[in-house]
T-cell receptor, first 118, second 113 residues
Framework: EPEVTQTPSHQVTQMGQEVILRCVPISNHLYFYWYRQILGQKVEFLVSFYNNEISEKSEIFDDQFSVERPDGSNFTLKIRSTKLEDSAMYFC????????????????FGDGTRLSIL | DQQVKQNSPSLSVQEGRISILNCDYTNSMFDYFLWYKKYPAEGPTFLISISSIKDKNEDGRFTVFLNKSAKHLSLHIVPSQPGDSAVYFCAARGSSGNTPLVFGKGTRLSVIA
């Protein structure tokens, strides 16, 4: 069964450094998402992406964050200047269709990247 | 701001018996509800979903029930198996635009052999 893959599985970075988290969504999926889960807390939405642009973003997704789909397969999340509070599990997800209206399609998640900021 | 609530952080069930996981929501704009299962060091795995036009959806051992008037849904697992031991997340989203999923905090299910 096709799956979402994320690399690296664990990233350790010094505070203030830039980090790029990588994701390969399921190949025929059109909608892409990033979520994060701080230890002991809920999974929280960061951003959704469709047709090479951001569809929606949360308050967490400030100017330090950016997303990109540099080619036909990768989907990346960049944090420009990391802070201690960015330490979390970051999950990439994808879905085939717009998850709205009457065409309900679930989002499929990768196994996450554990980001540790020192 | 807990739009999706899973009030039981953990649940223990004997193998072969029924597991019932509960979820409440507050946002009446939610119209699609999902259950995900998560093992340690893995991402959430989609289990089953239900749209607001239904009150029940069944897939093998898993059944999701939706009570819109009570803003409540539940996941039933029958019979429970030791491999079902995981954290179960309830998630919901609205219908307008490409709305993101809103997750509950999860319930850790332990199925005892």
């Amino acid at each position: 069964e096709p799956e979402v893959t994320q690399t690296p599985s664990h990233q350790v970075t010094q505070m203030g450094q830039e980090v790029i988290l990588r994701c390969v969504p399921i190949s025929n999926h059109l909608y892409f998402y990033w979520y994060r889960q701080i230890l002991g807390q809920k999974v929280e939405f960061l951003v959704s992406f469709y047709n090479n642009e951001i569809s929606e973003k949360s308050e967490i997704f400030d100017d330090q964050f950016s997303v990109e789909r540099p080619d036909g397969s990768n989907f990346t999340l960049k944090i420009r200047s990391t802070k201690l509070e960015d330490s979390a599990m970051y999950f990439c997800a994808s879905s085939y269709r717009r998850t709205g209206g009457y065409s309900n399609q679930p989002q499929h998640f990768g196994d996450g990247t554990r980001l540790s900021i020192l | 701001d807990q739009q999706v609530k899973q009030n039981s952080p953990s649940l223990s069930v004997q193998e072969g018996r029924i597991s019932i996981l509960n979820c409440d929501y507050t946002n009446s704009m939610f119209d699609y509800f999902l259950w995900y299962k998560k093992y340690p060091a893995e991402g959430p795995t989609f289990l089953i979903s239900i749209s607001s036009i239904k009150d029940k959806n069944e897939d093998g051992r898993f059944t999701v029930f939706l009570n819109k008037s009570a803003k409540h849904l539940s996941l039933h697992i029958v019979p429970s198996q030791p491999g079902d031991s995981a954290v179960y997340f309830c998630a919901a989203r609205g219908s307008s635009g490409n709305t993101p999923l809103v997750f509950g905090k999860g319930t850790r299910l332990s199925v005892i052999a």
